[in-house]
């Protein structure tokens, strides 16, 4: 890999091509002494930059406590698709929480995608936005399992999916790997920092205020719940929790019931045009079925985007590009020679149940955890729900928090292998085609 020398430096964020190209890299201040808001949100990633935007447009004052940096976790380090829906398929959710609940999931499940792009389109983020989402397939199993998905997704209004046959496999990804797949015009990919970025700047121009390294020691839960850090305090009539994975141990009711796990993802060196075209045509994003998925795309200044890889407990691997670099090379050969240049990892919150976590600490804490891998789009309406709920409009927030969380099997000590276990038995069966 190179040493990026060509890239102005963004301290404070993983060392990925997201960081090196991001639009702004100036660090906010840090929260000193005490101030009073409408709301406080601790986290500013897509969930409470999210919910900071829908809440200053609303006229809300706005203050975001942020450890890091805007983007300092999975909002600012994934694989940058706009993929709808969830973690777990409507029908999925329709057998475990009942038809009642699988229509108000299903009529919300587009909507991530649409605040993308609607808040885009409101305020001129520049975030590399490109229409598209290709979900390719391995096998047959695979390619009745997405059949299904098309149908259970256009009973709920989803009129934009098509089926790919195998011949017309080279039309999104120039490779001999798939079978078929199923291509989703509604999806699509974007720089998920400079989206980040381009929320928050549009919340500030509204008066929100954001601090950056302004890590939450405390969180009071009474009538106007206090906000501390180590240099000051927010009090405020209502705080939103949207930590995720990188919360830490503030409250154990919601870490308890999610599991940080990591992604691995490299950028290869800037390739020709000619090679990267032919490789995607249609500059959509790519996803495979496999339950442990690679996932890519083509970047604005052409290079591939490619990741995969999972890591649960959060541990980062030894060797980023050990892990994905080989499934790279099978699905495009023609790039054995080309130079990884940036290669990171990150965290998302994952759930037993792989449906968010949302709920309240009290009557005046509210939060949101737990995408599950579908964080981009999930996260985006989950934010803009608990700033509903903060406006005192309490309805679609009370449909997901009405949904069961399980805490791990096993606990603290059990609950990793657990979970390999279980990762391994699935990719056991994809590898059989079962």
């Known amino acids: 890999m190179t040493t990026h020398a060509q890239f102005a430096s963004n301290p404070g964020h993983a060392a990925s091509w997201y960081a090196a190209t991001a639009n702004q890299k100036s660090v906010r201040p840090a929260l000193q002494g005490e101030i009073a808001a409408d709301v406080c949100i601790v986290g500013a990633g897509f969930t409470g930059i999210s919910a900071a935007l829908e809440l200053s447009e609303r006229g809300y004052k706005v203050i975001v406590l942020e450890a890091e940096r805007i983007g300092f976790g999975a909002s600012g380090r994934n694989g940058g698709q706009i993929v709808n829906g969830y973690s777990r398929d409507l029908e999925t959710i329709e057998r475990r929480y009942g038809q009642e609940k699988a229509r108000a999931l299903g009529a919300m499940s587009l909507e991530g995608g649409d605040i993308i792009r609607g808040r885009i389109e409101k305020y001129a983020i520049d975030c590399d936005l490109r229409h598209g989402g290709f979900f390719a397939a391995f096998t047959q199993k695979q390619i009745r399992d997405l059949e299904a998905v098309k149908a259970k997704w256009e009973k709920h209004g989803h009129e934009h999916l098509e089926m790919v046959s195998h011949a017309a496999v080279s039309k999104y990804v120039k490779t001999d790997r798939y079978v078929g797949g199923l291509i989703d015009k509604c999806g699509g990919h974007i720089h998920p920092l400079n989206l980040v970025l381009g929320e928050a700047a549009a919340a500030e121009s509204l008066g929100a205020i954001i601090f950056e390294n302004s890590r939450v020691e405390k969180i009071g839960t009474g009538n106007e719940p206090v906000v501390a850090t180590s240099k000051g305090t927010v009090r405020a009539k209502h705080v939103l929790i949207c930590g995720n994975a990188y919360l830490g141990k503030l409250f154990t009711k919601i870490t308890d019931r999610m599991m940080p796990v990591s992604s691995q993802v490299m950028v290869t060196e800037p ?34 985007l490619y990741g ?21 090379l099978k699905t495009f050969p023609a790039l054995a020679k080309a130079r990884i240049e940036f290669a990171w990892s990150g965290n998302f919150a994952l759930t037993l149940t792989r449906i968010p976590h949302v709920g309240r600490i009290s009557d005046t804490v509210f939060f949101s955890h737990g995408d599950s891998g579908h964080g981009v789009t999930t996260t985006h309406l989950l934010g803009k729900i608990l700033g509903e709920m903060a406006a005192g409009q309490a309805e679609r927030f009370d449909v997901w928090a009405s949904l069961p969380s399980l805490p791990f099997p096993g606990g603290k000590a059990l609950r990793v292998p657990l979970t390999v276990l279980g990762a391994w038995w699935y990719g056991m069966r994809d590898r059989l085609g079962l």
């Open 271 to 304: 390739l020709e045009p000619k090679l990267i075209e032919g490789l995607l045509p249609a500059d959509y994003c790519v996803e495979d079925a496999n339950y442990v998925l690679d996932y890519y795309r083509r970047t604005a200044d052409n290079r591939l």
């Open 308 to 328: 995969g890889g999972i890591g649960y407990g959060g541990q980062d691997p030894k060797n980023l590009t050990a892990i994905i670099q080989p499934n790279m």
